[in-house]
């Protein structure tokens, strides 16, 4: 048994600590939230009071938080330095932040974490919140070999696939390169399936055709977005569940940031940012990313 501390027990993170304790591990998890603290305590999880109090004994310390600025605030503190607790996990002990941040913080985190003796890995998750529920998460991992391997038999009880990605930050980076394809895919499918119905073909028709032919891609074999196509993905269940579009823009403004700092050429990310951002703006932030194809059926485009 090993004893974690778990730092935010928001959508993805709460389902990923309470596969930890049905492993059989004591989890002592700290969120802002109070219910999810007393949820997370019904499924024989631990509450703590503070970030600090939950690190006591902790061998592991994992986080899953909403941004950079809160992850960095949270191990290194405010701008005095004061208050990080980095300072306060033992030396030998393994750091996993699990947020979806940009990855020089990633980085600037695992410098310090180095420095002090500690194994840090940044390792962002693919999957949703029914992979997090389900302990299927793909792990998009950046860090030191060393740190990754120490890793790996905890992030195999949340998820089903664990990817090396490189070192720290490489886990950020490799995860905005998929984000901003799978938006772009995402786009490009309801795109033309639209078209398709619009020119007066049945849309499972034409999603059959296409998964069997050139244009055959994830969105259409697994989360195909025109309702009634496809059961148990969000497009069926109005658009509830699954990645929010809130989510993707900022995933995409991460990325498009990215390709920025590194002059690289991303008209299509640019365009899809566009796209998902005035479906964000249209009021449709809070449903999943797949309803892009309602923002073309409304000629929103």
Request: proline share 3%.
């Amino acid at each position: 048994m090993t004893n974690i501390a778990f730092i935010g027990l928001g959508n993805m993170g709460g389902p990923m600590a309470a596969n930890l304790v049905k492993a059989g591990h004591h989890v002592v998890a700290y969120d802002l939230v109070k219910a999810s603290l007393e949820e997370f305590v019904s499924i024989g999880g631990v509450a703590a009071n503070s970030a600090e109090h939950a690190l006591e004994n902790a061998q592991v310390v994992i986080s899953m938080l909403p941004a950079g600025k809160h992850v960095e605030r949270l191990y290194l503190g405010d701008e005095l330095g004061k208050g990080g607790l980095l300072s306060l996990i033992t030396k030998g002990s393994l750091v996993v932040d699990s947020s979806t941040i940009d990855a020089q913080t990633s980085r600037r985190v695992g410098l310090c974490a180095k420095k002090l003796g500690i194994n840090f890995v940044d390792a962002p998750v693919s999957g949703g919140t029914a992979g997090a529920k389900a302990g299927t998460l793909s792990f998009i991992v950046g860090g030191e070999v060393a740190a990754f391997e120490i890793a790996q038999p905890i992030l195999s009880l949340m998820g089903k696939n664990i990817f090396h990605a490189g070192p720290a930050g490489a886990g950020q980076v490799a995860k905005m390169c998929n984000n901003m394809l799978l938006s772009v895919l995402m786009a490009g499918t309801s795109e033309a399936l639209r078209m398709g119905v619009e020119n007066g073909l049945d849309a499972k028709v034409l999603s059959d055709i296409m998964v069997k032919s050139s244009g055959r891609n994830w969105a259409l074999e697994i989360y195909n977005p025109v309702p009634g196509v496809m059961e148990g993905t969000p497009a069926s269940n109005d658009y509830q569940g699954g990645f929010m579009v809130d989510l993707m823009n900022k995933d995409l403004g991460l990325a498009l940031d990215a390709a920025q700092a590194s002059n690289s050429a991303v008209p299509l990310g640019i365009k899809a940012s566009e796209l998902f951002k005035d479906h964000g703006a249209q009021g449709y932030g809070g449903l999943d990313f797949s309803s892009i194809y309602q923002h073309y059926a409304n000629k929103k485009v």
